[in-house]
């Protein structure tokens, strides 16, 4: 699976063909560098799945709930400032990825070890004129 955006006018639909590609898969871990969009694209994804609240970045709460219209929770983790494995099970992640709900991850790298066999691996690289490659790993 590969989707390439062009510009912001096609987040929503590279977000819906994601969702359509991970079908059944409810734990999707972003890789890619500083910049590389992965909130913007987290963003797009909560937005296709009816998020109510506002989205924004959990680089400092670690994890962040949103509702959806039908009041499913969805969870935006980020675990860049994570040091160590053990601070994921320190708050009850095997929790989150065990819910049935949507857990949208950005630096997975971070807990590689941890993450469910089942997990669906995106990584997103910059391409030319700013344009963004999601790829299904």
């Known amino acids: 699976m590969r989707i390439i955006i062009e510009s912001r006018r096609q987040l929503q639909s590279a977000a819906k063909k994601l969702l359509e590609y991970t079908k059944g898969k ?6 890619g560098p500083m910049g590389a969009g992965k ?21 400092f709460t670690l994890i962040n709930e949103y509702k959806t219209t039908s009041g499913n929770p969805l969870y935006h983790m980020d675990f860049y400032r994570i040091k160590k494995t053990g601070e994921a099970y320190d708050f009850g992640i095997e929790e989150y990825f065990y819910s049935g709900a949507y857990c949208f991850i950005e630096w997975p ?17 910059v391409g030319e004129n700013e344009q963004r490659i999601l790829e299904l790993t």
């Open 109 to 125: 790298e971070q807990i590689e070890e941890i993450l469910p066999a089942d997990t669906a691996r995106i990584k997103i690289t």
């Open 26 to 31: 409810r734990i999707l871990a972003f890789y």
């Open 39 to 59: 909130t913007t694209i987290i963003k797009a994804v909560c937005r296709s799945l009816n998020a109510t609240d506002q989205i924004t970045s959990p680089t």
